[in-house]
């Protein structure tokens, strides 16, 4: 907390045109960039946070502080930045807060990422708890380890492909037969889903991104009502 209210006025150092983003100890700063001139504003930016951490005696990391142009642009407009005397490293992809942000927006990658790490988990469960019987346990600890790696932060990175749908499904498939001890074809997923008291890994992200919506619209009718 006091870590937060220490660097609370950084945003103030920023030009208008630009958006600090702060969240605990990561900063990152955004733009619109359609000419050079915005990025020599991006630039002074940089050179603001740095006087700032001068100040502050609070010096930023410069080797871990990167650049990623997200555009679907041929030629975009590069500019090589610099925070005080270190150049920043350009990149074409980034993990952030768990996502991994392509240059292109494209979630395969992340997607991907999750996949293998997901399967791994599961893996690891079917081989540390062969003798584990009960149910309920499995389907706790199926809840907790692996579904949660496929559900963190859906709203943002769902598929809209069926090939992506389907390799994010099939780690439910595999994990309800494992839950429920059952050989291949031996239950139907929609049985084991039922059985499980489960939804397709499809209609819970669905139902997210609804509940996002209707958050949406209720601050755009509260913001409405009173202007």
């Not at 960039?33 to 930023?60: G, P, Y």
């Not at 706790?140 to 496929?150: A, P």
């Not at 598929?159 to 291949?184: C, D, F, G, M, Y």
Request: hydrophobic share 40%.
């Amino acid at each position: 907390m006091l870590f937060v209210v220490f660097i609370n006025d950084l945003p103030d150092s920023i030009p208008d045109k630009t958006t600090a983003a702060l969240y605990a100890d990561d900063t990152k700063l955004y733009r619109s960039i359609v000419s050079v001139a915005d990025c020599e504003d991006q630039q002074q930016a940089l050179n603001n946070l740095d006087t700032w951490s001068s100040v502050n005696n609070l010096k930023f990391n410069a080797s871990k502080c990167k650049v990623l142009t997200v555009t679907r642009k041929r030629s975009p407009i590069l500019h090589t930045y610099q925070l005080g005397s270190k150049e920043l490293l350009r990149v074409g992809q980034e993990k952030d807060l768990g996502v991994t942000l392509t240059s292109n927006l494209s979630w395969d990658t992340h997607i991907n990422v999750i996949v293998a790490k997901s399967n791994k988990l599961l893996g690891l469960l079917k081989r540390t708890c062969p003798l584990l019987t009960d149910v309920k346990v499995r389907r706790t600890l199926y809840l907790s380890l692996v579904k949660s790696q496929v559900s963190y932060a859906t709203e943002v990175w769902s598929p809209v492909n069926i090939h992506l749908k389907s390799k994010v499904e099939k780690i439910q498939r595999r994990a309800t037969a494992w839950i429920l001890k059952s050989k291949q074809g031996e239950i139907p997923y929609q049985q084991r889903l039922i059985a499980l008291n489960l939804l397709p890994l499809c209609y819970d992200r669905e139902i997210k991104d609804l509940a996002i919506l209707k958050d949406a619209v209720k601050v755009f009718a509260c913001g409405s009502q009173t202007t």
